[in-house]
């Protein structure tokens, strides 16, 4: 079967390479498999690789092991890898010939040598680029079979040998380090350029920015890190349970692909990259997109014309309002409307969890109601659990994500049940769980509900089993310094509720003082961090880049790079949070390398912590570039491997918010526990750490302004932001229909019971969602209001004509949405960690008829 497969892979194998794996796959089969051995390994996990004597594959699990379909589904997977990838290089070789033609079009005599030095210095590298890693595909392709053959056969000496591994890990270095000189003198030759045209008239805002930050290269030997490279996904399944399951799941496979995309992606990086900016360059200097022009694409590419420079969002409102608008009343950010019911001298909070029965739920209908009770959905579970699988796709699983188990229902059931309004209990969610006592939650709510003073009894329903991490509610408890809550005791035997629905409370194990109370704002706790991050940065700036070998400085950089996928606005900030998080408690610099659209230091510019990389980082260090995107279990089973990795750079591109998986890894609690997290951490920490790395740009201010006048929207109105994103852009998954409209308007109704009369501003990807709700009576009079369609864009599918002349409106969008008094949300993190870093306490989820009150200040 190996010898009729590799056949089928024309020119991409050099037949001596093949040798061993071809004479490992006559052994006898069952003694041979790997799937077996693997098994074997993950008990005794000091062997790697190595052979088990006698073993046989598991009876179960014949059919999976490695002679059989999963070498057929790698070898084809590499074959169609590598077309793409070759496929991908002849694109980029477009690039170059507009660039060549570019150049012939330069008219302008004061810009025209600065624009050739940038275009002819890039062409030049990117053209021997492509050359020499349209080769490299073949070493690419020879290292995953050779690893197919390590993995699946126990091949001898001089078996291994004859693989010559040595010698394709070689040349792959070379030519990563001739990559990695191209971009040394790209960069060099951008500076010099760049200190030529002080006024900015040659050379765009878009180039300039990517100049700034340190240099992120490295000079070790990178044959060890080829060799890490190729074994890190393998050495996974060394724990016993992720090897059973890749068995059981038919998923060890999966591995090799991991392997062959980080391979093929770091030669196709420094390419890539360069083709991006290319074109990107390219577009800027087309007469439409002119620095002289209004257009969003020429602000976006030169930046704010001098006129415009120092009028940004903190501006004077200079908008009229439109005829017959709906005004609202003004108010403070965040401030509330709603006031607490003045009868209420106590409310009773009933804590149920995502993992709490049905059953359960459906008997404490029946006995309770009114609203002097709460219904409070804690998220509980492990991480992954809570965090839910497959978010992106389109099967029942990704309505698990970002949805909660029994709030919706109990909404609708006490409506349907109970004809009188008064009757009906609340309801809420406590969307995240990696931060801070459910306490938090409980008194933010009761408060808000019962009033500041009121005394709040707690019956708690969920599973404490299920609840993992979380200290019992009687021990956090003692914690709560007002003495305002009570906890019911025995409450099923009040309620009349079946004994087996209650567990009994444990006592919590001691631990040790913790250094930060809760109180303690992020910036204080992150100080001795900003120090050390600052010295490591002043340092790495005088030294010159061979010396950093020296150094000892340990660097983590979060990825966003050209022509990888990296999610919209809410994937991208939970990556960021959830790499920032592991730097902070491995005491590895942070630095983000997000180039993707385009840089992100064109709209967010470094606050508290310089994250930024000058030039994007260096080809080599693309060895050490580690992907998990959509792969949360992978990340979760590397934690302890990342907490310790060996090497001064370390590269992560991932796209989920993880950090309750940080807080419970072994080699990382210490670390954890010395900053007081996760239980206390300050409220809304998320929007703490956004607001210790970010800060919008000039140019960012200016377009969120704009947008503000668009809608009539000055700063202190009482507004409600409601998004409802459909999937009807861009190839992105779908999330809710048109006809789901008046479910999320009945949820910013329910709303301004709590905040107060407001205007409505909503956000949808959906031209034609957008065009139905202007036909609206509160369209019409002004209540409804929605911003233009050139933000409706997604910055990591849409295309990039239409990302480049809408993204700033986007991101404006996104600033406003957390802006608001009280926000609306559908199954997508772009409003949820909107609302999270603007820090709004009157969230709502309203999908499901629900329009369930969700807490977001857990992070």
């Given at each position: 079967?190996?010898?009729?497969?590799i056949?089928t892979l024309?020119?991409?194998?050099?037949?001596r390479?093949?040798?061993?794996?071809?004479?490992?796959?006559?052994?006898?089969?069952?003694?041979?498999?790997?799937?077996?051995?693997?098994?074997?390994?993950a008990?005794?996990?000091?062997?790697?690789p190595?052979?088990?004597?006698?073993l046989e594959?598991?009876?179960?699990?014949?059919?999976?092991?490695?002679?059989?379909?999963?070498?057929?589904?790698?070898?084809?997977?590499?074959?169609?890898a590598?077309?793409?990838?070759h496929?991908?290089?002849?694109?980029l070789?477009?690039?170059?010939?507009?660039?060549?033609?570019?150049?012939?079009?330069?008219?302008?005599?004061e810009?025209?040598?600065?624009?050739?030095?940038?275009?002819v210095?890039?062409?030049?590298?990117?053209?021997a680029?492509?050359?020499?890693?349209?080769?490299?595909l073949?070493m690419?392709?020879?290292?995953?079979?050779?690893?197919?053959?390590?993995?699946?056969?126990?091949?001898?000496d001089e078996?291994?040998?004859?693989?010559?591994?040595?010698?394709?890990?070689?040349?792959?270095?070379?030519?990563?380090?001739?990559?990695q000189?191209?971009?040394?003198?790209i960069?060099k030759?951008?500076?010099?350029?760049?200190?030529?045209d002080?006024?900015?008239?040659c050379?765009?805002?878009?180039?300039?920015?990517?100049?700034?930050?340190?240099?992120?290269?490295?000079?070790?030997?990178?044959?060890?890190?080829?060799?890490?490279?190729?074994e890190?996904?393998?050495?996974?399944?060394?724990?016993?349970?992720?090897?059973?399951?890749?068995?059981?799941?038919?998923?060890?496979?999966?591995?090799?692909?991991?392997?062959?995309?980080?391979?093929f992606?770091?030669?196709l990086?420094?390419?890539?990259?360069?083709?991006?900016?290319l074109?990107?360059l390219?577009?800027?200097?087309?007469r439409?997109?002119?620095w002289?022009?209004?257009?969003p694409?020429?602000?976006?590419?030169?930046?704010l014309?001098?006129?415009?420079?120092?009028?940004?969002?903190?501006?004077?409102?200079?908008?009229?309002?439109?005829?017959?608008?709906?005004?609202?009343?003004?108010?403070?950010a965040?401030?509330?409307?709603?006031?607490?019911?003045?009868?209420?001298?106590?409310?009773?909070?009933?804590?149920?969890?995502?993992?709490?029965?049905?059953?359960?739920?459906?008997?404490?209908?029946?006995?309770?109601?009114?609203?002097?009770?709460?219904?409070?959905?804690d998220?509980?579970?492990?991480?992954?659990?809570?965090?839910?699988?497959?978010?992106?796709?389109?099967?029942?699983?990704?309505?698990?994500?970002l949805?909660?188990g029994?709030?919706?229902?109990?909404?609708?059931?006490?409506?349907?049940?109970?004809?009188?309004?008064a009757?009906?209990?609340?309801?809420?969610?406590?969307?995240?769980?990696?931060?801070?006592?459910?306490?938090?939650?409980?008194?933010?709510?009761?408060?808000?509900?019962?009033?500041?003073?009121?005394?709040?009894?707690?019956?708690?329903?969920?599973p404490?089993?299920?609840?993992?991490?979380?200290?019992?509610?009687?021990?956090?408890?003692?914690?709560?310094p007002?003495?305002r809550?009570?906890l019911?005791?025995?409450?099923?035997?009040?309620?009349?509720?079946?004994?087996?629905?209650?567990?009994?409370?444990?006592?919590?194990?001691?631990e040790?003082?913790?250094?930060?109370?809760?109180?303690?704002p992020?910036?204080?706790?992150?100080?001795e961090?900003?120090?050390?991050?600052?010295?490591?940065?002043?340092?790495?700036?005088?030294?010159?880049?061979?010396?950093f070998?020296?150094?000892?400085?340990?660097?983590?950089?979060?990825?966003?790079?050209?022509?990888?996928?990296?999610?919209?606005?809410?994937?991208?900030?939970?990556?960021?949070?959830?790499?920032?998080?592991?730097?902070?408690?491995?005491?590895?610099?942070?630095?983000?390398?997000?180039?993707?659209?385009?840089?992100l230091?064109?709209?967010?510019?470094?606050?508290?912590?310089?994250?930024?990389?000058?030039?994007g980082?260096?080809?080599?260090?693309?060895l050490?570039?580690?992907?998990?995107?959509?792969?949360?279990?992978?990340?979760?089973?590397d934690?302890?491997?990342?907490?310790?990795?060996?090497?001064q750079?370390?590269?992560?591109?991932?796209?989920?918010?993880?950090?309750?998986?940080?807080?419970?890894?072994?080699?990382?609690?210490?670390?954890?526990?010395?900053?007081?997290?996760?239980?206390?951490?300050?409220?809304f920490?998320?929007?703490?750490?956004?607001?210790?790395?970010?800060?919008?740009?000039?140019l960012?201010?200016?377009?969120?302004?704009?947008?503000?006048?668009?809608?009539?929207?000055?700063?202190?109105?009482?507004?409600?932001?409601?998004?409802?994103?459909?999937?009807?852009?861009?190839?992105?998954?779908?999330?809710?229909?048109?006809?789901?409209?008046?479910?999320?308007?009945?949820?910013?109704?329910?709303?301004?019971?709590?905040?107060?009369?407001?205007?409505?501003?909503l956000a949808?990807?959906?031209?034609?969602?957008?065009?139905?709700?202007?036909?609206?009576?509160?369209?019409?009079?002004?209540k409804?209001?929605?911003?233009h369609?050139?933000?409706?864009?997604?910055?990591d599918r849409?295309?990039?004509?239409e990302t480049?002349?809408?993204?700033t409106?986007?991101?404006?969008?996104?600033?406003?949405?957390?802006?608001?008094?009280?926000?609306?949300?559908?199954?997508?993190?772009?409003?949820?960690?909107?609302?999270?870093?603007g820090?709004?306490?009157?969230?709502?989820?309203a999908?499901?008829?629900?329009?369930?009150?969700?807490?977001?200040?857990?992070?």
């Amino acid at each position: 079967l190996v010898i009729k497969t590799i056949k089928t892979l024309p020119r991409m194998v050099q037949w001596r390479w093949a040798v061993a794996c071809v004479a490992a796959a006559a052994e006898e089969l069952r003694s041979s498999c790997r799937a077996g051995q693997i098994l074997e390994l993950a008990r005794e996990p000091q062997v790697w690789p190595g052979a088990v004597d006698g073993l046989e594959c598991h009876s179960s699990v014949t059919e999976r092991c490695c002679p059989e379909k999963p070498v057929q589904q790698v070898l084809a997977w590499i074959q169609l890898a590598s077309d793409h990838n070759h496929q991908q290089l002849e694109s980029l070789e477009v690039a170059v010939s507009n660039a060549v033609d570019m150049q012939s079009l330069l008219t302008d005599s004061e810009c025209k040598e600065p624009h050739e030095a940038i275009l002819v210095t890039r062409a030049a590298a990117l053209k021997a680029m492509v050359e020499d890693a349209k080769q490299l595909l073949t070493m690419m392709v020879h290292l995953l079979i050779s690893g197919l053959c390590r993995f699946c056969y126990d091949l001898d000496d001089e078996a291994l040998k004859q693989l010559q591994d040595g010698q394709a890990a070689q040349r792959v270095a070379a030519t990563l380090q001739k990559f990695q000189r191209l971009q040394v003198e790209i960069h060099k030759g951008d500076l010099s350029v760049a200190a030529i045209d002080t006024e900015r008239r040659c050379i765009p805002y878009y180039l300039v920015e990517l100049l700034p930050g340190v240099a992120v290269g490295d000079f070790s030997s990178s044959a060890q890190a080829v060799k890490r490279l190729v074994e890190w996904p393998l050495q996974r399944r060394l724990d016993p349970q992720l090897a059973a399951e890749g068995v059981r799941e038919d998923r060890l496979h999966e591995d090799f692909f991991e392997v062959g995309d980080r391979l093929f992606s770091s030669i196709l990086a420094a390419p890539g990259r360069v083709g991006h900016q290319l074109n990107l360059l390219c577009l800027s200097m087309e007469r439409r997109n002119h620095w002289s022009r209004e257009s969003p694409t020429a602000r976006i590419l030169w930046g704010l014309e001098n006129r415009l420079k120092g009028f940004g969002e903190d501006a004077p409102n200079r908008a009229a309002s439109k005829p017959g608008a709906k005004k609202a009343v003004s108010r403070q950010a965040n401030q509330s409307y709603g006031e607490p019911d003045p009868g209420a001298a106590f409310g009773l909070v009933v804590l149920i969890s995502n993992q709490t029965r049905g059953s359960t739920v459906a008997e404490l209908l029946k006995r309770l109601e009114g609203p002097q009770c709460l219904f409070l959905e804690d998220t509980c579970g492990s991480a992954l659990e809570a965090l839910g699988y497959n978010c992106h796709s389109n099967n029942e699983e990704q309505r698990s994500c970002l949805y909660p188990g029994h709030a919706s229902l109990i909404i609708q059931t006490a409506e349907l049940e109970r004809q009188e309004p008064a009757l009906v209990p609340h309801v809420a969610w406590r969307r995240h769980a990696g931060t801070r006592h459910v306490l938090h939650s409980i008194l933010e709510l009761g408060s808000s509900l019962w009033g500041p003073e009121s005394s709040i009894w707690i019956m708690d329903f969920r599973p404490e089993a299920k609840c993992i991490g979380q200290k019992p509610l009687a021990e956090q408890l003692k914690d709560e310094p007002q003495k305002r809550l009570k906890l019911v005791k025995k409450p099923d035997v009040l309620l009349g509720m079946p004994p087996e629905t209650v567990e009994p409370l444990e006592p919590s194990k001691d631990e040790a003082p913790v250094r930060f109370p809760t109180e303690t704002p992020w910036a204080i706790r992150l100080a001795e961090y900003q120090a050390m991050h600052q010295q490591s940065l002043e340092r790495m700036k005088s030294m010159k880049e061979s010396e950093f070998l020296e150094s000892g400085i340990q660097i983590l950089v979060y990825s966003c790079q050209p022509y990888a996928q990296c999610g919209g606005h809410g994937d991208r900030l939970n990556g960021i949070i959830t790499v920032f998080l592991l730097a902070v408690l491995t005491n590895r610099i942070f630095l983000i390398d997000s180039e993707s659209p385009l840089p992100l230091q064109l709209l967010l510019e470094p606050r508290g912590i310089d994250w930024r990389v000058a030039g994007g980082i260096r080809a080599k260090a693309g060895l050490r570039h580690l992907s998990y995107h959509d792969k949360r279990r992978n990340f979760e089973a590397d934690l302890e491997r990342l907490a310790t990795y060996p090497e001064q750079i370390l590269v992560i591109n991932m796209n989920y918010r993880m950090i309750r998986s940080l807080f419970e890894a072994v080699a990382l609690h210490e670390a954890v526990h010395r900053f007081g997290l996760p239980e206390k951490a300050p409220p809304f920490l998320a929007a703490e750490i956004f607001d210790a790395l970010f800060a919008p740009t000039q140019l960012l201010r200016q377009e969120l302004h704009v947008l503000r006048q668009e809608l009539d929207v000055p700063r202190g109105t009482n507004f409600i932001a409601i998004h409802l994103r459909t999937g009807q852009i861009a190839y992105d998954p779908s999330r809710h229909g048109a006809d789901e409209l008046e479910v999320f308007l009945a949820c910013a109704r329910r709303a301004e019971k709590d905040v107060g009369e407001a205007l409505w501003l909503l956000a949808t990807d959906s031209e034609n969602l957008a065009q139905q709700a202007l036909e609206l009576p509160e369209a019409k009079s002004g209540k409804l209001r929605l911003p233009h369609a050139r933000g409706r864009v997604h910055i990591d599918r849409s295309d990039l004509g239409e990302t480049l002349n809408g993204a700033t409106a986007n991101y404006a969008e996104w600033l406003l949405f957390g802006q608001a008094a009280a926000v609306i949300l559908s199954r997508s993190y772009f409003g949820e960690t909107a609302a999270e870093i603007g820090r709004v306490r009157h969230a709502y989820f309203a999908p499901g008829n629900g329009c369930v009150r969700t807490d977001l200040s857990s992070s």
